[in-house]
């Protein structure tokens, strides 16, 4: 009887496996390749498109269906991912395809304005819509080791019924149903990079010119950074509570009064403070507010028109 058992599991075939998503993709730059690139490596069916055909050519070899127009790529597959410009050049692109049915999702850097028109705008020609904001450059899709993520926003019904499909170049992270929800996270986190960017930048100027090696000053820097980037929660907790004077270790008044050998440093070394003055100034707008024992956290509020 057992060896009954065992002939006949030999002769059963195995159950089919549940074939991928099949999607399209419309945009092939350097980000647009590194997405479909990490589709392709997961075993996606992919469609392609881009106004410049040559750069579907490598795609083409790794298996990838090359359409002819973006009107004929959107009618390959229900789910139709765009990485393209601009918001201008999705109106383009999309002019003249039937977009009913689609599960349309935008990953075209934008606003938050802008995307909650595109979603509209989806919604009207009968599209369920998501939108999406890459935290990640083209080397780090496909490589979950290098952390890539993408914030979505828009139909939760969408997100979660492609969530797999998505998370294949890089981990997804919903932000809500209000489609300007991942541009809004996106740009709020690109303009604290430049923040860090612009620092970084004056940092290494002071030191040009001495016998400072910027590889030895870039360790320092990295470190410093990283331990200040923890004030990113006690800012949060202030502006939920109320409380900016709430755990202040060094208070708004110490500050506006230390802001003096910043500056008179950087002109010693012949580096211009126009990276520093902006935020110094707004330092200075709040001291007068009678905000000297707060922590910085009130210069949110001086920013809000």
Known sequence: MAQNTVEESRRTPPAPLTPLTPLTLL???????????????AGHPLTV??????????????????????VEAVA??????????????????LAGADLAGKDLVNLV??????????AAWAERRGA???????????PMIGVPATGPYVFYSGSAGLFEEHRATLAAPADTRYVGEDAGYAALHDVALLSAMYGMFAGVTHAFALIRGEAVAPGELAPLLRDYLTAMSRTAA?????????????????????????????????????VS???????????????????????????VDLLRR
Request: some cysteine; overall charge negative; charged content about 25%.
């Open 109 to 118: 850097t934008s606003t938050p304005e802008q995307a909650r028109a595109r």
């Open 273 to 299: 403070s126009e990276l520093l003055e902006p935020y110094f100034r707004l330092m200075e707008r709040r001291l007068e507010l009678g905000g000297g024992e707060e922590d910085l956290t009130g210069l």
């Open 27 to 41: 945009g092939l730059g350097a980000m647009g390749t590194a997405l479909a690139g990490a589709w392709l490596a």
């Open 234 to 270: 006690r800012t949060a907790e202030q502006l939920e509570s109320g409380d900016y004077t709430k755990d202040v270790a060094s208070s708004l008044a110490m500050q506006v009064a230390g802001k003096g050998t910043l500056l008179r440093t950087a002109e010693e070394q012949g």
């Open 49 to 70: 498109w881009n106004r410049t055909a040559a750069r579907a050519d490598a795609l083409a070899v790794r298996g990838a269906a090359v359409a002819d127009s973006a």
């Open 128 to 138: 369920r819509y998501l939108d999406g904001g890459i935290m990640a450059v083209p």
């Open 76 to 93: 390959a597959n229900r789910l139709v991912v765009v990485c393209l410009l601009d918001d201008a050049s999705v109106d383009e692109a």
